[in-house]
Structure formats: structure tokens, C-alpha cells
């Protein structure tokens, strides 16, 4: 919006109005640019204020806002001139045409939005820092530019703000009461400057700070007033009713604020709606003062006239002057190369500051400082009287001349001289080693001390207690006695019944000798003794070899190995052990199942051969036993499974801890022997091993050794070596020789295996008493080369069990499997059992992959052992009758009458309901009791109905009407006819059936 016009021609208005009224007047204290009447603005125009946004914080750099206020509200608008904004007809130093102004809004804000209550007593005043606004009775308030409310920064001034200023240079805030009364801000308080005086209007209602002015205009006039600044105080110059200038134009008009801004010019909120733009002529020498530019900036015709400042170097203040713009001839001192003059030449708050010079003697060259104003601390050598360190101190040029003193012994003085800084060749008497002679050779005063015998002469030393012997010790020349020689001294002990450590005591701590065996555990019932083996510490080891108690059960035997037999109750409430088994008490002499009463008890019937006792059962005297319960075998043998098999160890094989020796089990020296790595144990005693050594052709490993092969000699292809002789291999004298285990044959004999004896590291094997990378898996690949060392099919680096060889050894005796004649240590030899090599087929009952001894329910039951009376496989908890006896030992597991070899559902299938047993279910059965009545119409359907014994209403007599079947007139009655017929067809139903199963 374009108001030039407006303005031009209000100021054209001013002036014919000023002349008409009959007294010229020349407009030379100020002029009007622009008489504005904001179209946004609704109501008076009460505070302005002025601003050159240089840093672009609004809006394009340079760019010039002015800020109005009413109210209630304040209003931002852009100000843009063409042309020279200070041309003016009425301009007395730049008349011409007056420049367009245009004016646009940029925002607007009410005030009362964030808590200020403005009214028309208010003011402006911006800056890079944000807008601020004196509020009537609120205090001074801040915002930024996008009007965000930032809250108030000072308290406000004694009743009301009227006006309001802000000093850049010293950083103050100026403000004028209703009172007329000019107010300083001191940064805690207000504090009043002086009182402006009443010269026009009512109050003052505009104020600013302009250069080193302030400027106060005064209500109802257009009178402005300046009032010179204290540049050190801030405060001003001149009084209160004596301004340094005052300024006023023809034309009277209201300001209710004052501000500084665009065109450099002073804008005028009128009261009214107006805005006015004012400047030139005097008001604008002082608000353009002169400035050190090469301009005429106050219009006097001088150009930086009398211009002077301050300056200052590192040395100090001065005063420079303004010549065409710029300042030059600064009075001020200026720095200076530093001197050795006691004086801060270069003006950095230091004397003489490291100032440094070089210096010399006749010892050589230095440097030295200055130091308040003298040259001091030469560090070149300076000479001095010589010592003995191997300098030359006098600087005469020889090192160390002439120089001696007095030194000494214990013996005596003697004088020494200085060499290369080193006292030498003392000629003092020296001490000698203290020899028997009658003098004092070490010079300490004494003659002959420490000679404690004659030389030559001898005394025994040591001593003869146990295995430790005496010696003897010899005077030498120095009369002292020599070492002993000849003697043994103590070792420690050990277990041996030797004295080893020469205390007087035997074998102390020692349980026992190394190798020494003994009985332990117990033979009580069906426990069995087992052997300890004393270790190489004196001590007996762990029990091997036996079998401890275990849970008393109802089998004839002593199975907690406490002297009874089946003592305890063993059989649960209602039944008694009797007869080796289970069973409950006869009722009233009667007992069911095929079972017969005895003494009171309910028994199967006595039995007559093996064949009625069934598996691995016996009949003798009537009764079952277990088969080796009645087997007798002949010394060297025993009974397993009713067999009597041989007890030599050679078939059988030897508990852990013992080995095969003349078809005894003995002590194995190697079982609590560990050797180091890279050894391995025979006869009790390390060796080194041959794994990964490799021997020249003739030559073969012996204990870690290449030696002479004494078979070399031999050739292979023909022959066969034994002891190193050589025969014919269609000769061999071992070919007809069989060899129990823990043997070898030679030469045709069978003689004990040098391995027998011998325990390998795991990964090797041993031939011929030799220990060496073997093939466990003998697929003819040696191990350190076989990816899969125990052929199970898991590559070594996948198998956690490789390095042990796990399914080599199932029963961990440390005798591998292939030498093992029981492989699960179950007491049952390979050849008669059926889980031999580690599944353990006898020692895991419900095939669920947990061995016994681990595992808390052993029958898979689901009742834990501890309250299983069958927990170890015999079943008892598969009883399917509940009669007490388990279906293993009982005759007719359902109890149907039916026994079991004759019973197609003996196990519980429920074919025990089979009432008249013609292979058909009682549930599939339309008569269950085929006594030809249909189930439905059977009262009874599980009595044969021989007697018609169904009908409820027979009381027996064969003269029922209803069950004769005839009728009152002698003929056959029509239902009985029908049940017959209907009878006759499930018969014939149920003969189809039974001939198809």
C-alpha cells in the first residue's frame, strides 16, 4: 500500500494551515514525511518504535520494520522507500520531491493473550534481541519474533509506564511516569533521573535514545526535547527544564510515542489513528551526528570535523583524530623490540623476558639472561681447584694431575692417586685368609679363630638309624672339618617296611604295602565279597568286584543280606509272601484262579516237570524255583539262567581293578597306576610308549626305542616269527592251538599275554606287550590317521566319545569290549545275553534308555521304587487281576478261570470276558452266556440257562406256563416258538464266526 501521497499532501495541509492563520513560520526544526493511517489498526495509535534488522532475523538482510500499538494489540509493519528517503519540498537541506514510502504488514499480536494487560499508556522498543513492551501497570514484557511469549524482564516503573527507552552503548532502560518523572533502571530498582517540565501538554508520552541523546516528546504538542548523555554515567548532561535542544513544527500534533527506525528518521504514534514519519532540518543534525565517514553527517559544512577517540596499544591509552574517514595519529606508545634495560619494551607485562646471550671462560662457551637490566648466570664452566672425577676442573688441560691421599686396611696405611677419576693402588697391608699358623692373617685382632681340629685327622658323621649309613669327615690345612663322605643319607618315606627317612619309624602313615589285597563287603545272603588293592600311597582302594543289598523281596532268597529271608512285609495289605511268592489267604478253604489252598494260603498247584513251571524256572518238590536255586554245578563252575558256566577268568573275564592271571582273578599292578603322557603302565611300572615313533626297516619299538627287529632275519611272505625263529607259515605251530583269554600262543604253546598285564592311553593298543597307535575299529586305517577312531559313524571331531572309545568299554572295567567276556557287568557272559555290548538289556527293564541304578522308576510303571514291589522288572505293578501275584508268576493273569496258555486275552486285553468262551467279546457277543436268550431279553445274561435259571419268576418248578413252551391248550406257544427260531439263527451266526477266526 502506497501512502506518499497521503503524506505529501497532509504535509502540504500543515503548511497552508500555518499560513493562512497570518504567521509564517519556517519549517525548520523538523518535517513530516508521512502521515500514516494504519488500515489493520482498529483503534488509537498509542506506542511506536522503530528497527533496521540487519542480521536478517525477520526477513531479507537490511530490511526495516516499524511496530505500532493500541490498546490491546501490537502491529509489525515493513517499511520500503524509493528513492532519497530525506527529499522533502519543505526540506530545508534536501528539498525535492519526497520519496514514496510503502507500508506491509508482516504479524500482529494481542498482548492480552499472554496474561499483559496493555492499555493506550504504553510503549515499544526493538532489537536483535526480541521485541519489548512497557505495559501500562505490568512492567516491561519480551517476545521474539514470531510473537512466543518469553516472559517479563523488568518490574515496571513507579505508577504506570508511560514511555519507554533502551541505551545500547550502556546497556540501560529508560522510563517515564504519568508523574512526568524520567526513571533509570540500575538493575535491581528504578531510580528516578529528573522530572520533566510541564511546557505544553498535560505529560510527556514518548521517549528514545538516539546516539548519545535522549530524546522526550510531550503530550497534546509536537514539542521534542533532547537531553545530552553522560557517556561514562549514562545519565544526562543537561537539567530538566534546560534541554540541550528542543524542536517543534508549526502544526501542533499529539504524540503518544516516539520511536527511532526506518530512514533514520523518528516515527510518532499521534493518540489518534495516525502514524507520523519525522526528520530533517535541525532534528536531523542531531540525530545524524557527525561520524569519521568523509561525510557532512550534522550538515555544519565541515566534514569530520573535531572528531578525537580514545586508543590503545599493548603500552598503553593515547588519543587518535578523524582525517577524511579515517582515525589516525594514536598518541599512544607503541611496543619495541625487548633490551636488557630493566624496562617492559615490548609491553607484554614482562622485564627483560627471555633475553639470553651467549658467554665464555676459559673452561669453554654458555649462554647467560638478563635479569633487571643485567646480563647474570653464565653457564660456561668456570675453573676450579682439580678433583679425582675424571674432568679436567682447572681447565689447564690434563685430567686428574698429581692428585694422592692416604688410605688403609685393617691391617694398616698406605697411600693411593687418582686414575681417570678412580682412586687405585692403595699399598696398605692387605688381610689374608686366616690359615692355622700362629698369626693373625685376617688382621680382626684374633690369632687362629674358627680352627676346630688337627688337619688330618677324621670322625664319623650322619648316622646309622634305619636306612641311612655313617660317614666320615677329614681336618683339612684350614683346621676345619671336610665334608662327609661315605654316608646315606634319609629319603622319603615310603611304603616298603623300611625305615627310609631314619626316624626309628616304619612305614608310618602306611595302611598297607603297595599290591597287598583284601577282603571286603559281605557274603551274607545273596551279597557277595569283593577285594580291595592296596595303592602306591599305603592305602587300601575302593571295594571291586562285589555285590552290596538290596531290596528284600519275596523270592526265597536274602536279598538285604541281613540273615533272614523274605522277612518284612513284602507282598502290601491282603496278601503274605508264601512259597518264594506272593499270595492272599484262602476264603473259607477256597481260592480262585486254578490256585489251590496250602497251610492256609492260596498257591498254584504243585507242579509236576520244568515244562509247567516255564522259562528259566524249575519244578523240585512240587514247587517252581529259579532255575539256579535247584542247579548244582561242579567246582570251577556256575549257575546263570539254570546253565552251569565255567568260572575260570579266562572265559569270564575279571571285575575292574583286577586281571586275568593263570585263570585266577589277581590284583592288576596298572589299575591305580597313572603315567605320565607319553607312557604307559605294564607290571605296575611306567615305560615309554611307541605311538608316533617309526622305526628304520630291521629295526622294531621296544619301550620307546628302535631296536634290532630279532625277527628281521624271517621273511615275511613265507614265514612266521616266534621268539626269533622263523617257520614255514603252512607250518605254523599255533594254527591248531586255541588260547583262553589273558593268553597268547607261542610256538605252539599258550602262554600268558605280555598285554594282559599292560594298560594302554586311550587311542592305543598293545601287541606283543607294546603299547602303539592301534585300530580300535579294525578297519585297517590306524587311529592318529582315522577320521572315525570307533567306527560308530560320528566323525571324531563330532563325537564326544571318540577319545574314550565309550562304545568299547560299556561297562568302564577298563577292559575293552572284544577282551570283556561280560561286556554290561551284569553277570550274565555275552554268549547267553541278549543286551551284551552296552545296552544292558537286564539292567534296564523298561527299554527306556536309563539304566536301573539311575533310573526311579525301573518298570515304567508310573510307581517310583521306593513304593514298587516290583521295581527291578519283575512288573509287579502288572498284576492285571489284582489278585497279588504278577502276571509273570501268575497262572491266570485276568482271572477269568481261563488259564493263561489257553486264554486269547490273558494280559488284560479283556478277553476274559468272554463268559462262554467261544472267542467272541462280551461286548461284540449278542449272548454272552449262549444259553440261546438274546442278550436284551436275558435277565441273566452271564448264567447259562440250563435250568432257566435267568427268569426272575421261577421259583424252580418245571411247570411255569411261560418257560415250558407250550401253551394251556397243548400247543407250542408263539413267543417261546420265536425265541427258539431266533436262538437257532445266532447259533448258526456264531458257528460262521468262530470257524472264520
Not at 530525506?86 to 499472554?114: E, I, K, Q, W, Y
Amino acid at each position: 500500500m502506497d501512502y506518499s501521497n497521503k503524506a505529501l499532501l497532509s504535509a502540504l495541509a500543515i503548511c497552508s494551515f500555518a499560513f493562512l492563520g497570518g504567521t509564517a513560520v519556517r519549517a525548520d526544526d523538523y518535517v513530516v514525511y508521512a502521515d500514516w493511517d494504519p488500515p489493520e489498526v482498529g483503534g488509537s495509535v498509542t506506542g511506536a518504535n522503530g528497527w533496521v534488522d540487519s542480521k536478517g532475523l525477520m526477513g531479507p538482510a537490511g530490511a526495516q520494520y516499524v511496530i505500532f500499538a493500541d490498546s490491546s494489540s501490537g502491529w509489525i509493519y515493513q517499511v520500503k522507500t524509493t528513492g532519497d528517503p530525506d527529499r522533502h519540498p519543505n526540506n530545508p537541506d534536501d528539498p525535492g520531491p519526497m520519496a514514496p514510502r510503502t507500508f506491509t504488514l508482516v504479524s500482529s499480536h494481542r498482548m492480552t493473550n499472554d496474561g499483559v494487560s496493555p492499555n493506550h499508556h504504553c510503549a515499544f522498543y526493538m532489537s536483535d534481541t526480541g521485541i519489548y513492551y512497557g505495559s501500562n501497570d505490568s512492567g516491561i514484557h519480551r517476545w521474539n519474533f514470531n510473537w512466543q511469549y518469553l516472559g517479563k524482564v523488568v518490574s515496571r516503573a513507579s505508577s504506570s509506564t508511560e514511555s519507554l527507552a533502551y541505551n545500547p552503548v550502556t546497556k540501560e532502560w529508560w522510563a517515564g511516569g504519568r508523574n512526568r518523572t524520567i526513571y533509570k533502571w540500575n538493575g535491581s530498582s528504578w531510580v528516578s533521573k529528573f522530572t520533566c517540565p510541564n511546557l505544553a501538554g498535560s505529560h510527556h508520552d514518548g521517549m528514545e535514545v538516539i546516539g548519545d541523546s535522549l530524546f522526550v516528546s510531550d503530550m497534546t504538542s509536537d514539542l521534542i526535547y533532547q537531553y545530552r548523555l553522560d557517556p561514562k554515567s549514562g545519565d544526562p548532561i543537561d537539567s530538566a527544564n534546560n534541554p540541550y535542544k528542543q524542536f517543534r513544527y508549526s502544526s501542533a500534533h499529539d504524540v503518544e510515542g516516539l520511536g527511532y527506525g526506518p530512514n533514520n528518521h523518528i516515527w510518532i504514534a499521534s493518540g489518534s489513528s495516525n502514524v507520523y514519519e519525522i526528520g530533517g532540518g535541525e532534528l536531523q543534525h542531531e540525530i545524524d551526528p557527525e561520524q569519521c565517514d568523509g561525510i557532512d553527517n550534522d550538515g555544519n559544512g565541515l566534514i569530520d570535523d573535531g572528531l578525537t577517540r580514545s586508543c590503545t596499544t599493548a603500552c598503553g591509552s593515547g588519543t587518535e583524530h578523524c582525517d577524511n574517514g579515517k582515525w589516525v595519529g594514536c598518541t599512544a606508545q607503541k611496543p619495541s623490540p625487548e633490551q636488557c634495560n630493566g624496562k617492559d619494551d615490548n609491553c607484554n607485562g614482562q622485564i627483560d623476558d627471555g633475553l639470553t646471550r651467549n658467554c665464555s671462560t676459559i673452561c669453554g662457551s654458555g649462554t647467560e639472561h638478563c635479569q633487571m637490566g643485567a646480563w647474570v648466570g653464565c653457564t660456561a664452566q668456570q675453573p676450579k681447584p682439580e678433583e679425582c672425577n675424571g674432568k679436567d676442573d682447572d681447565c689447564n688441560g690434563t685430567i686428574d694431575e698429581n692428585l694422592t691421599r692416604t688410605c688403609a686396611t685393617a691391617c694398616g696405611e698406605g697411600t693411593e692417586v687418582c686414575d681417570n677419576g678412580t682412586w687405585v693402588n692403595c699399598d696398605a697391608p692387605k688381610p689374608q685368609e686366616e690359615i692355622c699358623d700362629g698369626l693373625d692373617n685376617n688382621c680382626d685382632g684374633t690369632i687362629d679363630e674358627g680352627c676346630g681340629c688337627i688337619e688330618g685327622s677324621t670322625r664319623e658323621c650322619g648316622t646309622d638309624e634305619g636306612e641311612c649309613e655313617s660317614g666320615t669327615q677329614t681336618c683339612n690345612a684350614q683346621g676345619q672339618w671336610g665334608p662327609c663322605e661315605g654316608a646315606i643319607g634319609p629319603t622319603e618315606e615310603i611304603c616298603d617296611t623300611l625305615d627310609n627317612n631314619c626316624d626309628g619309624q616304619v612305614d608310618e602313615g602306611c595302611d598297607c604295602l603297595p599290591g597287598d589285597t583284601r577282603a571286603c563287603g559281605e557274603d551274607e545272603g545273596a551279597c557277595q565279597a569283593g577285594i580291595q588293592i592296596c595303592d602306591e600311597s599305603g592305602h587300601f582302594g575302593d571295594c571291586l568286584g562285589d555285590v552290596g543289598p538290596s531290596r528284600e523281596v519275596c523270592d526265597c532268597a536274602d536279598n538285604d543280606c541281613n540273615g533272614k529271608v523274605d522277612d518284612g512285609d513284602l507282598c502290601g495289605e491282603g496278601s503274605e509272601c508264601f512259597a518264594c511268592r506272593c499270595t492272599k489267604p484262602c476264603s473259607f478253604g477256597e481260592c480262585a484262579n486254578g490256585l489251590i489252598c496250602e497251610n492256609g494260603y492260596c498257591v498254584p498247584p504243585k507242579c509236576k516237570t520244568d515244562q509247567d513251571c516255564g522259562k528259566d524256572r524249575k519244578c523240585s518238590n512240587g514247587r517252581c524255583f529259579d532255575s539256579c536255586d535247584v542247579t548244582v554245578c561242579d567246582p570251577g563252575y556256575k549257575c546263570v539262567l539254570g546253565n552251569c558256566v565255567t568260572t575260570d577268568c579266562g572265559l569270564t573275564g575279571c571285575k575292574q581293578g583286577l586281571v586275568c592271571l593263570d585263570g585266577s582273578c589277581q590284583p592288576n599292578p596298572c589299575y591305580s597306576v597313572t603315567c605320565p603322557e607319553g607312557q604307559f603302565c605294564r607290571h605296575g611300572q611306567c615305560f615309554d610308549s611307541c605311538a608316533g615313533i617309526d622305526c628304520e626297516e630291521g629295526m622294531i619299538c621296544v619301550d620307546g626305542e628302535c631296536i634290532q627287529d630279532p625277527c628281521a632275519a624271517c621273511d615275511p611272505d613265507k614265514e612266521i616269527c616266534y621268539s626269533g625263529k622263523c617257520y614255514p607259515k603252512e607250518n605254523d605251530p599255533c594254527d591248531l592251538v586255541s588260547c583262553p583269554s589273558g593268553m597268547t600262543c607261542n610256538a605252539g604253546e599258550c602262554i600268558q599275554d605280555p598285554c594282559n598285564e599292560a594298560s594302554c592311553p586311550r587311542g592305543e593298543a598293545c601287541k606283543n606287550g607294546q603299547c602303539a597307535y592301534g585300530d580300535l575299529d579294525n578297519d585297517g586305517t590306524p587311529d592318529d590317521q582315522d577320521p572315525d577312531v570307533d567306527g560308530d559313524g560320528i566323525p571324531n571331531e563330532e563325537d564326544k566319545c571318540h577319545e574314550k572309545d565309550c562304545s568299547r568299554d560299556h561297562d568302564n572295567d577298563g577292559i575293552d569290549d572284544p577282551y570283556d567276556p561280560d561286556d554290561d557287568n551284569d553277570g550274565i557272559p555275552d554268549g547267553l545275553d541278549k543286551g551284551k555290548n552296552g545296552e544292558d538289556l537286564s539292567r534296564d527293564h523298561d527299554n527306556d534308555g536309563i539304566d536301573d541304578d539311575k533310573d526311579a522308576d525301573d518298570d515304567n510303571d508310573g510307581i517310583e521304587d521306593s513304593k514298587d514291589k516290583g521295581p527291578n522288572g519283575e512288573d509287579y505293578s502288572q498284576d492285571t487281576d489284582n489278585d497279588g501275584f504278577p502276571d509273570a508268576q501268575d497262572s491266570d493273569d485276568d482271572n477269568d478261570g481261563i488259564e493263561d496258555s489257553k486264554d486269547k486275552g490273558p494280559n488284560g486285553e479283556d478277553y476274559s470276558r468272554d463268559t462262554d468262551n467261544d472267542g467272541i467279546n462280551n461286548a461284540e457277543d449278542s449272548d454272552d452266556d449262549n444259553d440261546g436268550i438274546p442278550d436284551q431279553d436275558d435277565p441273566y445274561p452271564l448264567k447259562p440257562d440250563k435250568e432257566e435259571n435267568d427268569n426272575p419268576n421261577n421259583n424252580g418248578s418245571k411247570a411255569s406256563t411261560k418257560s415250558s413252551g407250550c401253551s394251556a391248550t397243548g400247543g407250542m406257544d408263539a413267543a417261546w416258538i420265536a425265541a427258539l427260531m431266533w436262538g437257532i439263527v445266532l447259533l448258526f451266526e456264531k458257528k460262521k464266526r468262530t470257524e472264520k477266526n
